[in-house]
Nanobody
């Protein structure tokens, strides 16, 4: 069982930056790929980034390439999502997720409770 807790969301102006964190429980954190999925009101969760258990492999959605960066610190059981040049359309609840597979679709086994990101124009 893996429990995930996101933090770091908030209100930011367009063009600003935020860093989200996702802290995981458990002793096998480095066995899990970690993904980030924002969900805007009335819409499905969409993939934006994933990082493999070792941190050596990352994938990004085209919409965030060059703006977002995913990283992890396995010693701290934490994954991060650095978001730069934020746009109003990035507004969503951001969920982190864990799975033993590196996935770009939301078939992850474990999910956090989400953290709200609001970007004002």
């Amino acid at each position: 069982q893996v429990q995930l807790v996101e933090s770091g969301g908030g209100l930011v102006q367009a063009g600003g930056s935020l860093r989200l964190s996702c802290a995981a429980s458990g002793r096998t954190f480095n066995s899990y790929a970690m993904g980030w999925f924002p969900q805007a009101p009335g819409k499905d969760r969409v993939f934006v980034a994933v990082i493999s258990g070792s941190g050596g492999v990352t994938y990004y959605a085209d919409s965030v390439k060059g703006r977002f960066a995913v990283s992890r610190d396995n010693a701290k059981n934490t994954v991060y999502l650095r978001m730069n040049s934020l746009k109003p359309e990035d507004t969503a609840v951001y969920y982190c997720a864990a799975d033993r597979r590196v996935l770009i679709t939301p078939e992850y086994t474990y999910w956090g409770q989400g953290t709200q990101v609001t970007v004002s124009s």
